[in-house]
């Protein structure tokens, strides 16, 4: 059994942000994969499906807490010697729109969503796959961290229209993503995925 924790904050005016890219990537591999629908589940604190994806038995999970309170929902369906079976989507500020990373067992970068995980599990031996949301700049194409209040305004803010495309792009490869997950495994899904 995998387990995919999409992570976002709920609610209407949270919806399209750059921070519940996670919840975008989950639904749209359920929707292309043909997963059955999301229900809400106060027991797992959140929506939740079952279902195959090549093969395997796949459990989705959008937390319905905010997102530092996301390891409170993940703790209630991960055990902990099932820990290296859980993938969490998200979203960070460190990597450029249109980039994706696949990893296992680092810290949380400061992202308030991972320390509640690695706090609610007692481990960081989970793999996670990290979807760029910072700026370029224009003039050097280098990306842009966004510090101060600029930053929780530029992780609250939508994708415009040039973005959206690119994260449109990013999750169909985020099925091809999972899918090697629970094929192949994930050392070679980063050696396949990584840097491309």
């Given amino acids: 059994m995998y387990y995919l924790v999409g992570l976002g904050n709920p609610g209407e005016k949270y919806s399209d942000t750059r921070h519940n890219v996670g919840w975008f990537f989950v639904e749209a591999l359920i929707e292309k994969v043909g997963l059955p629908s999301l229900v ?16 395997e038995e796949l459990t989705c999970l959008l937390p319905d807490t905010y997102m530092n309170k996301s390891g409170s ?59 760029g949301i910072a700026p370029v700049s224009f003039w050097t194409g280098k990306t842009i961290r966004p510090k101060g209040e600029k930053m929780s305004r530029h992780v609250l803010g939508k994708f415009g229209k040039k ?34």
Avoid at 84 to 102: F, R, S, T
Avoid at 170 to 177: S, V
């Fill in 40 to 55: 809400n589940s106060s027991k797992y604190s959140g929506r939740i499906n079952e279902g195959m994806l090549a093969g």
């Fill in 73 to 131: 929902a993940v703790a209630k369906l991960v055990l902990r010697e099932e820990v290296g079976n859980l993938v969490v989507v998200y979203d960070d500020v460190a990597l450029p729109v249109g980039e994706v990373k696949i990893s296992v067992g680092k810290g949380s970068g400061g992202h308030n969503g991972i320390q509640s995980i690695i706090d609610a599990l007692g481990s960081k031996d989970f793999i996670r796959v990290r979807v």
């Fill in 163 to 196: 973005e959206q495309k690119q994260i449109a792009d990013l999750a169909d490869q985020f099925t091809k993503i999972m899918t090697s997950i629970v094929t192949e495994g994930v050392e070679v899904t980063m050696n396949k995925f990584n840097g491309i």
